[in-house]
């Protein structure tokens, strides 16, 4: 117990010297004419700027990688759509040619279907002008159609 009090006792009066000699060093002109503290003071200065400056550069990643992300979801949302609008326009071209298979006054295999946005176009040949009419209406009866481009011939 002794011994313990005794260290303690040592401990606290190195921290008391230390922190005299840090004072008494405060005043000491260094070779630059400077006291140690004012250089001690540029020192710590110099650390804090720096460390803002590195702060501040941190900040900027950060910003650029955000905008970064940013950019990268609008992009993969716009092809997301994209996706999207060409998986329908493919199932609007199956169901009109399913329909056109199912009419036997019109031959879907004389017929070309094509969908852009929702934007039907037909051309090929009909055996007369009510087999074109049907076609367009077949085609403007499916889901998804914004319009019908008829751009069937009648034979003859």
Do not use: F, W, Y
Not at 30 to 56: P, W
Not at 66 to 80: C, I, N
Not at 94 to 105: E, R
């Amino acid at each position: 117990m002794k011994r313990e009090h005794d260290l303690k006792q040592h401990l606290a009066m190195a921290v008391i010297v230390g922190a005299v000699l840090v004072a008494a060093g405060c005043d000491k002109h260094t070779s630059s004419g400077e006291t140690v503290g004012q250089k001690v003071d540029k020192a710590i200065d110099k650390t804090n700027a720096t460390a803002e400056q590195a702060g501040n550069k941190i900040g900027e990643t950060v910003m650029a990688a955000e905008q970064a992300v940013k950019a990268t979801a609008e992009g993969v949302q716009a092809k997301a759509g994209q996706v999207g609008t060409i998986i329908d326009d493919s199932a609007i071209t199956a169901s009109i040619k399913a329909d056109l298979l199912k009419d036997p006054g019109l031959s879907a295999l004389k017929i070309d279907v094509n969908t852009v946005k929702g934007e039907v176009t037909l051309k090929g040949e009909a055996d007369n002008a009510a087999a074109r009419e049907r076609a367009e209406r077949i085609a403007s009866a499916i889901a998804g159609v914004i319009k019908v481009n008829n751009a069937i011939s009648i034979k003859g």
